[in-house]
């Protein structure tokens, strides 16, 4: 059973920090495309970053290049998303997800974490 588990949201002003974690357990990832994505009220999910798990290479969506950073652990199998400088528009539910990299639908979802910047 494929679980991943969020964490490290909050409440944090504008200009703030903070680090969102993804824990992966129930299979081997190495050939898998871990995702972050958000989705803020009324909005539509949006995709924020990936990171496939064996080379590292990372992608972003335009707009949050410079931002925000993700990266793995492989030894914890734990996905990171630093997100700095961050915005009251960055107010949204962030969701990690998993892939395998030669697909292009995430199939394993986390359950999500609320990050909220107030101005």
């Known amino acids: 059973q494929v679980q991943l588990v969020e964490s490290g949201g909050g409440l944090v002003q504008a200009g703030g920090s903070l680090r969102l974690s993804c824990a992966a357990s129930g299979r081997t990832f190495s050939t898998y495309t871990m995702g972050w994505f958000r989705q803020a009220p009324g909005k539509e999910r949006e995709f924020v970053a990936s990171i496939t798990w064996s080379g590292g290479r990372t992608y972003y969506t335009d707009s949050l290049k410079g931002r925000f950073t993700i990266s793995r652990d492989s030894a914890k199998n734990t996905v990171y998303l630093q997100m700095n400088s961050l915005k009251p528009e960055d107010t949204a539910v962030y969701y990690c997800?998993?892939?395998?990299?030669?697909?292009?639908?995430?199939?394993?979802w986390g359950q999500g974490t609320q990050v909220t910047v107030s101005s």
């Open positions: 997800a998993a892939r395998n990299e030669f697909m292009s639908r995430y199939e394993f």
